[in-house]
């Protein structure tokens, strides 16, 4: 029965190739999702630990930092060439007109430095500084300008010369605020006069951390031991780490532990299996179902039935294997391009490939596995033909009535345990068990397809009428055979519903997002001083980018002594210009305050005295208290004198739509401050957080909706082999229609008009349970951020149907060409 299995690869291989693409598509993407979370780690471990990547061991202190006395007590441990404190302080400077807040790092030794100059060289003197790249063409920065480094609170200036431009740093510890590199000496003295990070005021010489390096052929293990002991003994509590261990604690400590993007990745890898599974099985029965007649003989031969059932396992092992083995590399040629990509990009060249074991073993076993479990139930199918079948004139492709009812019970149950999971995940906001909620119900449905997609197809078949004989058979050679019209529209009604679950999903996370961000982020920019005049709000409003400004006065403040918050009056027409949330009405008799404060009646401390009001407590922390004009006037909370105390701004949108990039708020951010006559640093706001969020959003929905599309992909794979295939089981009925006077013309019309029914019907049926699913799906995993409303994207549903269709059409021009070429003879002679 082995020669009869591989005989079929040499006489019928087309049949395999649909099986053998969706198994390759599914492991590629296992394979690929395992990749990248391992080459996640490894880059992200290039990334943070470029900046001791020179250091044998690291000394990082339980509390506080290191002092001098501990730096001196390590470089006497024996095997250590060298020792580097690294010591941080905040800074500011004044270039290109702005003033800009910087983190200054002392150099280290030769040996332990890790930055790079692209221009200039390192400071040699005790008065040079080195800038990063980024900072020194925003500002204007080159080699040999005057930079007057300070203290925030102004106590201490130091002028530097500008030494050399820094290379780009991929640490993200090192790439929220511009880098600075100086002397020992020059970062002590601003840390002394201003607040060292990690250290306490004042706190000259405290070192974040120590980095060493080693003799060669010291021992690593003893060194670390000599350490430890060599800064017990100095009073500081610490731990030694090497430079890998250090890394391996620095990812653990950013992903809390754990791979969420490999646990993300691994949900969609196993939506895509499941599809594979879903394709694979329905393409080996209607295979075994085409080879009824095949079977039968070999058991008059005098096959067994285990000899038959092995035959058709031993194909979808071969099968399994082989598309197993191709998925695997593909995924390897797919990082390695990927990776060799990011490479070639400055903000990416740390991008490092890992390429685990378990990439390759999970994907093998995994696609051999899936290809032979799903062909089970077919090759038990094929051990109920009995031989008397082979003398049948007509092929029997239909399921006995025993399978249907266990299909129909498996169905019910699934869909008696699913629904309720499904509706419960949803209510409580589970993702988990809406999940399995999910594919429990979706697996029922596709089990009990049998009862109503027939019938659906019937009722559409009434539409194809008017087309004359070809429309009348189509809609009857959709129905005739329940069994093989379900499978027919289960792989596109697979399809269909991913596509309308993602696009309803994303729509309605758009919304949440949206509406969760401007209830977060209600103001974009703000100003805060003494004594904002109306035309300084006017000179904002004026600025290329800004929709709108309000000034806001004073209105006294809330709190006991030494704990006052500041209140702000706001006049209401102008809160509906400038807030985001347009949910957030200002009330008389109302004060509005920040999440976290205490609701009920407030006292509010006035120019003319204590009022008390009715608290409301909004769902965000980004906005001060705030009253409505008519309440502070009524109450007597303004001072006069017509000053504000602060401008709210909100930004206009992008030309064409869409929001304002990063850098363009950064430049609205500046002509803000010199608008208003403040300082940067005076300008504060959401607008960018609120930007970065979005962007991230975006991402993340592109990337959900090309994963999907693999496992769409797979679908339509399944879709084009289920027609082909059943096309190519009614050869014989089709010749006979022909024999009958059936034209070639009307031939191709009725298979086109079948496949068109069979689409259009799981189009509408994927389109409704895509998008229940999409919003359920929403309300699981986003329940807790924001209230969940369903959004409908209607146009591109439609889309998807009408694109569903001609997919089905497409799916249908081969096969259909090559039952009309064929002769009546040639296919009533067909075994």
């Known amino acids: 029965m082995l020669r009869v299995a591989l005989s079929q690869f040499q006489s019928h291989s087309r049949r395999f190739i649909a099986v053998g693409l969706a198994v390759m598509l599914s492991v590629a993407f296992l394979s690929t999702t395992l990749m990248v979370g391992a080459s996640t780690k490894a880059s992200l471990g290039a990334s943070l630990g470029e900046a001791y990547s020179k250091a044998a061991l690291i000394a990082t202190p339980d509390k506080g930092t290191f002092s001098d006395g501990a730096l001196a007590a390590v470089r006497t441990v024996p095997g250590v060439s060298d020792a580097y404190g690294r010591l941080q302080a905040y800074t500011k400077f004044t270039a290109g007109g702005q003033e800009v807040f910087a983190l200054a790092r002392n150099l280290a030794p030769e040996s332990l430095e890790t930055a790079a100059v692209d221009v200039g060289a390192l400071p040699s003197q005790a008065d040079g500084v080195a800038v990063d790249?980024?900072?020194?063409?925003?500002?204007?920065?080159?080699?040999?300008?005057?930079?007057?480094?300070?203290?925030?609170?102004?106590?201490?200036?130091?002028?530097?010369?500008v030494t050399g431009i820094l290379r780009g740093s991929h640490d993200p510890f090192s790439s929220a605020l511009p880098q600075l590199l100086t002397g020992t000496s020059a970062v002590s003295a601003l840390a002394a006069a201003g607040q060292a990070p990690g250290s306490g005021p004042g706190a000259a010489g405290g070192y974040a951390g120590i980095q060493l390096s080693l003799e060669p052929g010291t021992d690593v293990a003893a060194a670390k031991a000599d350490t430890l002991a060599a800064l017990a003994g100095s009073g500081a509590e610490s731990q030694v780490k090497t430079a890998d261990e250090q890394v391996t604690a620095q990812v653990a400590m950013l992903t809390g532990g754990q791979d969420e993007l490999t646990v993300v990745l691994l949900a969609f890898a196993g939506i895509a299996l499941l599809v594979s599974g879903l394709v694979v099985s329905n393409t080996f029965a209607v295979l075994v179902a085409q080879r009824t007649r095949e079977l039968a003989l070999l058991r008059c031969l005098g096959a067994a039935r285990a000899q038959v059932r092995n035959s058709v396992l031993a194909e979808a092992l071969v099968v399994g294997l082989l598309s197993s083995a191709a998925g695997v590399l593909a995924a390897v040629g797919l990082m390695a391009a990927l990776i060799g990509w990011a490479g070639t990009q400055p903000d990416m060249a740390f991008a490092t490939m890992a390429v685990p074991a378990s990439s390759i073993v999970a994907g093998l076993a995994v696609g051999t596995v899936l290809t032979v479990a799903a062909a089970m139930v077919p090759a038990r199918a094929a051990t109920a033909v009995a031989p008397l079948a082979a003398l049948r004139p007509v092929d029997d492709a239909g399921i006995g009535n025993r399978r249907g009812r266990v299909r129909l019970v498996l169905g019910l149950a699934a869909l008696a345990m699913g629904v309720p999971l499904l509706a419960f995940g949803a209510a409580g906001v589970m993702l988990v068990v809406a999940f399995a909620g999910g594919v429990l119900s979706f697996v029922g449905v596709l089990l009990c397809a049998t009862l109503f997609v027939p019938w659906l197809v019937g009722l559409a078949g009434r539409l194809a009428a008017p087309a004359g004989v070809p429309g009348k058979l189509a809609a009857l050679n959709a129905v005739r055979n329940p069994a093989r019209t379900s499978v027919t529209a289960a792989a596109l009604l697979i399809g269909v519903?991913?596509?309308?679950?993602?696009?309803?999903?994303?729509?309605?996370?758009?919304?949440?997002?949206?509406?969760?961000?401007?209830?977060?982020?209600?103001?974009?920019?703000?100003?805060?001083?003494?004594?904002?005049?109306?035309?300084?709000?006017?000179?904002?409003?004026?600025?290329?980018?800004?929709?709108?400004a309000a000034l806001l006065p004073a209105a006294g403040h809330v709190g006991r002594q030494g704990a006052e918050n500041p209140v702000y009056a706001v006049d209401t027409a102008e809160a509906g210009l400038v807030l985001r949330d347009t949910t957030l009405v200002l009330e008389p008799g109302r004060i509005y305050l920040p999440e976290g404060s205490r609701a009920g009646r407030v006292d509010v401390t006035g120019a003319t005295g204590t009022v008390t009001l009715e608290a409301v407590v909004l769902r965000t922390r980004n906005i001060p208290a705030l009253v409505s004009a008519e309440t502070a006037q009524q109450s007597g909370l303004l001072s006069g004198g017509g000053a504000g105390s602060a401008v709210w701004v909100r930004l206009a949108d992008a030309p064409g739509g869409g929001q304002l990039s990063g850098d363009r708020i950064k430049d609205i951010q500046a002509a803000v401050a010199s608008a208003t006559g403040v300082s940067a640093g005076a300008v504060s706001g959401a607008a960018i957080e609120r930007v970065t969020f979005n962007e991230v959003i975006d991402v993340l929905l592109l990337v959900v909706t090309g994963l999907l599309g693999v496992a769409v992909l797979i679908a339509l794979i399944g879709v084009a082999n289920t027609l082909s295939l059943s096309v190519l089981e009614r050869t014989r009925e089709n010749s006979l229609l022909r024999a009958l006077g059936l034209t070639k013309k009307q031939l191709r019309a009725m298979l086109a008009v079948e496949a068109a029914l069979v689409s259009g019907v799981a189009a509408l049926l994927g389109s409704v349970l895509g998008t229940l699913y999409g919003w359920l799906g929403a309300r699981s995993a986003l329940g807790s951020l924001a209230a969940v409303t369903p959004a409908v994207p209607w146009l591109q549903l439609l889309g998807v149907v009408a694109a569903a269709v001609v997919a089905g059409l497409l799916a249908s021009v081969i096969p259909a060409r090559r039952a009309a070429r064929l002769s009546p003879v040639q296919g009533l002679a067909a075994a």
């Open 497 to 548: 519903t991913l596509v309308a679950l993602m696009m309803t999903g994303a729509a309605t996370a758009r919304q949440a997002f949206d509406d969760a961000l401007v209830e977060t982020y209600p103001v974009d920019m703000a100003v805060t001083a003494d004594n904002l005049t109306a035309a300084q709000r006017d000179a904002v409003a004026g600025i290329d980018g800004v929709a709108a």
């Open 133 to 161: 790249s980024d900072t020194a063409g925003r500002y204007g920065l080159h080699v040999g300008d005057t930079l007057v480094l300070g203290v925030p609170d102004g106590s201490t200036t130091l002028a530097m010369t």
